[in-house]
């Protein structure tokens, strides 16, 4: 397998699994923990990043496919999701070639699609955790807003307001801190995701405005 990327948590490998290109997710031992307890909570880890994908997919989410998961190694065989781009490099693509407002307009429609995504996501009680432009791909023509989530490393099952809410706040702020002059895109996610999270969307922003006022005192704090 070629060693493609590393990261906190996990290598990932491209290979092909019966012929299908396929990138494998391999968790590696953390030494600072005790072995016991590191092999239990990489195992939790894997279970729930598996079932999180599932359970997008079952409700309409492009996911990448998973192929196989050896457990032992702590690795999960997944499609690699050919044809496509992050959403951080279209995003920066199209405003390195664009006017601040005609690069709003044209990614207006993107943020209507991550918005609805994410809450169908949410009615589903599935948190990502790792929300940020870089873990959406863009499969195929970039304009067709075909879009795929990946890395839930760090996602987990809660029905609470407050977990989705921050979820919603970290996505805010890797939007904004990474792709300036974006705010207004945000918005727009917003408006689509209460559309498709109607039931339980005010509670989830009541708790984003409740963490971005905690940011903002550590931020004056600091």
């Known amino acids: 397998m070629e060693l493609w990327k590393q990261g906190a948590e996990a290598k990932?490998?491209?290979?092909?699994?019966?012929?299908?290109p396929c990138i494998v997710k391999e968790r590696f031992r953390k030494s600072y923990r005790h072995p016991i307890l590191d092999k239990s909570l990489t195992a939790q880890r894997v279970k729930s990043e598996i079932?999180?994908?599932?359970?997008?997919?079952?409700?309409?989410?492009?996911?990448?496919?998973?192929?196989?998961?050896?457990?032992?190694?702590?690795?999960?065989?997944?499609e690699e999701m050919l044809d496509s781009v992050t959403v951080r490099d279209y995003i920066q693509s199209v405003q390195s070639s664009k006017t601040a407002v005609?690069?709003?307009?044209?990614?207006?429609?993107?943020?209507?699609?991550?918005?609805?995504?994410?809450g169908i996501m949410h009615k589903q009680n599935i948190?990502?955790?790792?929300?940020?432009?870089?873990n959406m791909l863009l499969q195929g023509d970039p304009s067709n807003n075909r879009l795929c989530l990946i890395d839930f490393g760090l996602s987990f099952f809660e029905n609470l307001s407050e977990d989705k809410g921050?979820?919603?706040?970290?996505?805010?702020?890797?939007?904004?801190?990474?792709?300036?002059?974006?705010?207004?895109?945000?918005?727009v996610i917003l408006k689509a995701y209460c559309k498709s999270n109607d039931t339980g969307s005010k509670d989830v922003i009541a708790k984003l405005e409740e963490v971005r006022m905690r940011g903002r005192k550590r931020t004056m704090v600091g």
Do not use: Q, W
Request: hydrophobic share 40%; glycine share 4%.
């Open 12 to 20: 990932i490998h491209k290979t092909d699994f019966y012929g299908k």
């Open 51 to 78: 079932r999180a994908m599932l359970r997008c997919r079952m409700s309409g989410i492009l996911t990448p496919t998973v192929y196989f998961v050896n457990m032992d190694s702590s690795c999960i065989y997944m």
């Open 102 to 118: 005609e690069a709003i307009e044209t990614l207006t429609p993107l943020a209507n699609t991550i918005g609805h995504t994410l």
């Open 127 to 134: 948190v990502h955790g790792d929300l940020t432009t870089s």
């Open 166 to 187: 921050v979820d919603l706040y970290v996505l805010e702020r890797a939007l904004i801190s990474t792709h300036p002059n974006t705010e207004k895109l945000f918005n």
